[in-house]
């Protein structure tokens, strides 16, 4: 069984920093691909970043320069470092897993999923 779970989001003034955790427990991470997905009310969940195998990275264009996923397979944990957040990266952020290796750009693409951790960022 593998479980996600996530931390780190909250209240932050727009050009604020935050750093989003995602601690895995179960048989999977080294090679497997994570992800960060973010929904914002009344929208449809976006990819935000994702790593894989080989630490090939995905970013949207609308975080680029502004976040850096990262992993430690030792501890078994994914983060999002955000820097100079805007008002608009308001949204419920989501960890998931997949069983492949390669980037899933997609919700469906991912098997397993944290619960959310909400970043809220004030005007």
């Known amino acids: 069984q593998v479980q996600l779970v996530e931390s780190g989001g909250g209240l932050v003034q727009a050009g604020g920093s935050l750093r989003l955790s995602c601690a895995l427990s179960?048989?999977?991470?080294?090679?497997?691909?994570m992800a960060w997905f973010r929904q914002a009310p009344g929208k449809e969940r976006e990819l935000v970043s994702a790593?894989?195998?080989?630490?090939?990275?995905y970013y949207a264009d609308s975080v680029k320069g502004r976040f850096t996923i990262s992993r430690d397979n030792g501890k078994y944990m994914l983060y999002l470092q955000m820097a100079s957040l805007k008002p608009e990266d308001t949204a419920m952020y989501f960890c998931?897993?997949?069983?492949?290796?390669?980037?899933?750009?997609?919700?469906?693409?991912?098997?397993?999923w944290g619960q959310g951790t909400q970043v809220t960022v004030s005007s």
């Open positions: 998931a897993a997949r069983w492949s290796w390669t980037i899933g750009t997609v919700p469906r693409d991912y098997d397993f």
């Open positions: 179960g048989s999977i991470f080294s090679r497997n691909a």
């Open positions: 790593i894989a195998s080989g630490d090939t990275i």
